[in-house]
């Protein structure tokens, strides 16, 4: 397909231009994409800010940013139409994060650190465009019920999908969040679904957030941090010792870089604790953690990084209804406007939680 679409070409740390570049090509492996629904993801603020570089050579651009899209096929390479797996007209959904399938990772299943990934909107240009070009093994269909918007949570849903099978929820127990971001929101849901008893949300600043985990299933509230906040507790783990009857939590997660929400959670768990990290840490932060406890209550940390495996699970779980992930998004903004929702995430993130691009109908 020949032509050119408008494109949120980023080149810099806060330089991004609405530009008219070339439709991309499609390789034998390729399928192209008519974009139509982009989440805006906490590291493409990052990049946009320069706080992360991005995945390119030189960690800078000209790159297009957005890997949590959905959209419509166009056109299909050779390898994809020769195997019948896709058409023009098809509703899907793009992992970006594309493993080869051939290197010693890939044949161990861990295909999230795949030697050769290709990554749209983080290695190559992405979701914030008119059309987007993903490997064919990248795609999966969506789901005629599943509208585009709630079909672009299916990357970070996939990414809490991995991150709750490593919790090992059982029934009845007692989970602990700490963050009330967007993944915090869908946490909750699939934290329950899965079995959790009772979950307690944890905030340090923003008590509208908090006050919104109430509306995806928390069932406690507190404020850490801020002392002015209503659901303020100046010592969390004396608090989640009196929820459980001096037991502590069974599970936390940590869906924050935040160090110090990292450190309460291993405090606030209880005998044979699973502790899981899943926000990105900044370089160079330290984690410390009291060791003598931590050893003769034998609890366990483990990171949860990307989804390996969990997408199947991720779109069942949105179809069938398990995690209501439109009611998350907060804000939508045209394509021509990127710019100022990833400054709105950013500068005054008070009221928000998901803020997507529609870039079509």
């Given amino acids: 397909m020949k032509g050119k679409m408008k494109a949120q070409v980023f080149y810099e740390a806060e330089k991004m231009k609405l530009e008219e570049i070339p439709i991309p090509d499609v390789s034998s492996i390729d399928v192209l994409v008519k974009v139509k629904r982009v989440g805006i993801c906490g590291s493409d603020i990052s990049y946009y800010y320069g706080l992360s570089p991005v995945g390119t050579s030189t960690g800078k651009g000209p790159i297009v940013l957005g890997h949590e899209f959905t959209g419509e096929v166009v056109e299909v390479g050779e390898v994809p139409k020769m195997l019948g797996l896709f058409k023009p007209g098809d509703r899907v959904v793009v992992n970006p994060v594309q493993n080869c399938n051939a290197c010693y990772a890939c044949a161990k299943g861990d295909t999230h650190v795949c030697e050769k990934l290709n990554v749209p909107g983080v290695t190559t240009n992405g979701g914030f465009a008119e059309y987007c070009v993903s490997r064919y093994t990248g795609l999966f269909k969506l789901p005629d019920s599943v509208s585009y918007a709630a079909g672009a949570f299916t990357e970070p849903l996939a990414c809490v999908v991995n991150a709750i099978?490593?919790?090992?929820?059982?029934?009845?127990?007692?989970?602990?969040?700490?963050?009330?971001?967007?993944?915090?929101?869908?946490?909750?849901?699939?934290?329950?679904?899965?079995?959790?008893?009772?979950?307690?949300?944890?905030?340090?600043?923003?008590?509208?957030?908090?006050?919104?985990?109430k509306n995806f299933g928390a069932d406690y509230i507190f404020n850490a941090s801020l002392k002015t906040s209503k659901y303020y507790t100046s010592n969390l783990k004396d608090t989640i010792s009196n929820l459980t009857e001096g037991k502590l939590a069974d599970r936390a997660i940590v869906p924050t870089s935040s160090n110090t929400a990292f450190e309460q959670a291993v405090e606030v768990v209880g005998n044979c604790g699973i502790v899981v990290h899943f926000g990105l840490p900044n370089e160079g932060d330290i984690m410390k953690i009291p060791a003598l406890s931590f050893h003769t209550m034998d609890k366990e940390i483990r990171s949860a990084w990307l989804a390996p495996l969990a997408w199947p699970t991720a779109i069942r779980s949105i179809k069938e209804g398990l995690v209501n992930v439109e009611k998350i998004i907060t804000g939508t903004f045209p394509l021509e406007e990127t710019e100022k929702a990833i400054r709105l995430l950013k500068n005054d993130p008070g009221k928000q939680l998901k803020v997507q691009i529609k870039v079509s109908d």
């Fill in 165 to 213: 099978k490593k919790l090992e929820i059982q029934p009845g127990d007692f989970v602990v969040i700490f963050g009330p971001g967007s993944m915090g929101m869908m946490m909750i849901q699939m934290c329950k679904a899965v079995g959790a008893g009772k979950i307690a949300l944890i905030g340090a600043s923003n008590d509208w957030r908090l006050e919104q985990g």
